[in-house]
């Protein structure tokens, strides 16, 4: 029977990353007012000095906003286009969710734009709930984008759901040195705000991070959800870090009015494993698991 090789990590080739999550109050179909608060907080971040700020799900509409077949823009269009001027003014990566209307379809949006006002990728997302998909059509491919700081894999929300993570795991098998994920955590209207019902959530970013050794970020907004299939239910933050050894490094106010822009620092390592060094990595991780998260 053939062994496999031991897969080792070099520790000492790492980079950090410093990085803002925008966790921001989104208001049901004000897209001018979305985009300003979020431009805001792009100014702020880089105000700050960090190299990237991720924002929400569908920053411009809010997520299920029942009128989003019509408000919807092409990207690039016009809702990109005011992030991406954002994003050459203050020399900044910027990751955000968006609302996409292509040709006959609406898609649940994610784009990453450089410091020159680049949109370097769009992603889809790919695992859309079922009461979402009367509006949002299912995306159909990952790709990483090389940056200097390192390959960046961009997904949304329910992508990362504990029994999604293969779309997570392709993004490292692609070479993703960080995922940074728009979300938009919600709850019904019986939450009171003073637990944490989030923990699963925490779990299956846990449980990516330390079995790939790659950090993941999610950041949700926060406010009231005003229309749509979850009218009254609220859109309560958590946006969380997790580090590459499973940890988590920095967390958002929970709750529906949380509005914060939170700074984490996280560490990505250079020379990863790849190829099959990463399923030895993975059959490794289960040997000794005891992920204990």
């Not at 997520?63 to 992030?83: C, F, M, Q, R």
């Not at 954002?86 to 410091?115: C, H, M, Q, R, W």
């Not at 050894?245 to 390592?269: H, R, S």
């Amino acid at each position: 029977m053939k062994r496999e090789k031991p897969v080792s990590i070099d520790k000492s080739n790492t980079v950090s990353l410093k990085i803002a999550m925008g966790q921001m109050l989104v208001d049901g179909g004000n897209y001018k007012k979305n985009l300003k608060k979020a431009v805001n907080m792009i100014h702020e971040a880089a105000a700050k000095k960090c190299n990237f700020i991720v924002l929400p799900e569908c920053l411009d509409l809010g997520w299920t906003y029942p009128n989003a077949k019509e408000l919807a823009e092409p990207i690039p269009g016009k809702y990109s286009d005011v992030l991406s001027k954002a994003a050459v003014e203050s020399k900044i990566y910027v990751v955000a969710g968006l609302t996409e209307k292509f040709k006959d379809k609406v898609y649940n949006s994610a784009v990453l734009i450089s410091p020159e006002g680049k949109i370097l990728k769009v992603h889809r997302k790919i695992n859309v709930l079922d009461i979402a998909q009367d509006i949002y059509s299912i995306g159909d491919s990952l790709s990483v984008v090389e940056t200097e700081y390192g390959k960046i894999g961009v997904d949304i929300c329910a992508d990362n759901f504990e029994d999604s993570h293969a779309l997570g795991e392709s993004l490292i098998r692609m070479g993703a040195d960080i995922i940074l994920s728009p979300t938009a955590w919600a709850l019904p209207p019986c939450f009171k705000g003073d637990d944490n019902p989030c923990w699963t959530w925490e779990t299956s970013f846990k449980k990516l991070a330390k079995t790939f050794k790659v950090p993941i970020i999610g950041v949700s907004n926060v406010g009231l959800i005003k229309d749509g299939i979850w009218k009254e239910f609220s859109w309560i933050g958590n946006s969380l870090a997790v580090t590459l050894d499973g940890k988590i490094t920095a967390k958002g106010g929970l709750g529906v009015d949380k509005e914060e822009l939170i700074i984490t620092e996280v560490e990505i390592y250079k020379n990863k494993p790849k190829g099959t060094e990463i399923s030895a990595l993975i059959n490794s991780e289960k040997h000794n698991l005891k992920i204990r998260i």
